[in-house]
């Protein structure tokens, strides 16, 4: 069965720190994998995907993900927080045959403390 | 270039009433998507639809939801007879082309709030 997990339903980090928001996947074969952000009384913002080349990927407001096929993972970075990036960010995955919809995880709460 | 639209932004109804949810897909893009979201929880898919198609229907509730997408006109999410479970928020997803690689585009969504 399909599957995407947010480990962590809440982060915290300092203003100014770096961060990670995790994300791991459960699929048969290969995903297309993306992260979105949530703001209060928002729709979702896209913010990056991987669908194949480099497992680095950059995206907007200075984040980034890195995929690991290995692990199953799609963990999103950015090396310093802003107090703005407070948010709910949320991991999703499609398919490359079949349905076209997304599969979301449960979505983690960042906070960035001033 | 307007983003997907959404109307109306909240909407209240009594139990056993009928709630409508219109969704205007972005300039250009003739694939529609509707999810759910519960409080606290991540987006359910619901239905994948392409004028005056629906492709995918599987995540829809076997009664009381429809769907469609006319050839003239927004989407149309329609809820029969609410009950107080359908309480959600409702987002309209929209991308130009039938690939499961291009990202999709969410309006801001509809609050169903049913007492």
């Known amino acids: 069965a399909q599957s995407v997990a947010q480990p962590e339903d809440q982060v915290n980090v300092a203003e100014g720190n770096p961060l990670t928001v995790k994300c791991t996947y459960s699929?048969?074969?290969?995903?297309?994998l993306f992260w979105y952000v949530q703001y209060p009384n928002r729709g979702l913002q896209f913010l990056l995907k991987?669908?194949?080349?480099?497992?680095l990927v950059k995206g907007s407001y200075g984040f980034e993900a890195e995929f690991n096929k290995s692990q199953t993972s799609f963990h999103l970075k950015k090396p310093s927080a802003l107090v703005s990036d407070s948010a709910l960010y949320f991991c999703?995955?499609?398919?490359?045959?079949?349905?076209?919809?997304?599969?979301f995880g449960t979505g983690t709460r960042l906070t960035v403390i001033p | 270039n307007a983003g997907v639209m959404q109307n109306p932004r909240h909407l209240v109804r009594r139990r056993g009433q009928e709630a409508r949810l219109r969704c205007s897909p972005m300039k250009g893009h003739s694939h529609v998507y509707w999810y759910r979201q519960l409080p606290e929880e991540g987006l359910k898919f619901m239905v994948y639809?392409?004028?005056?198609?629906?492709?995918?229907e599987s995540g829809m509730p076997k009664e009381r939801f429809s769907a469609e997408f006319p050839k003239e006109g927004p989407s149309i999410l329609r809820i029969q007879q609410v009950v107080r479970g359908d309480s959600a928020a409702y987002f309209c997803?929209?991308?130009?082309?039938?690939?499961?690689?291009?990202?999709?585009?969410f309006g801001p969504g509809t609050r169903l709030t049913v007492t």
């Open positions: 991987y669908i194949t080349g480099d497992n």
């Open positions: 999703a995955v499609s398919f490359q045959t079949g349905a076209n919809n997304l599969f």
């Open positions: 699929v048969s074969g290969n995903p297309y």
């Open positions: 639809l392409q004028k005056e198609n629906i492709i995918d």
């Open positions: 997803a929209s991308s130009p082309v039938d690939r499961g690689s291009f990202e999709q585009y």
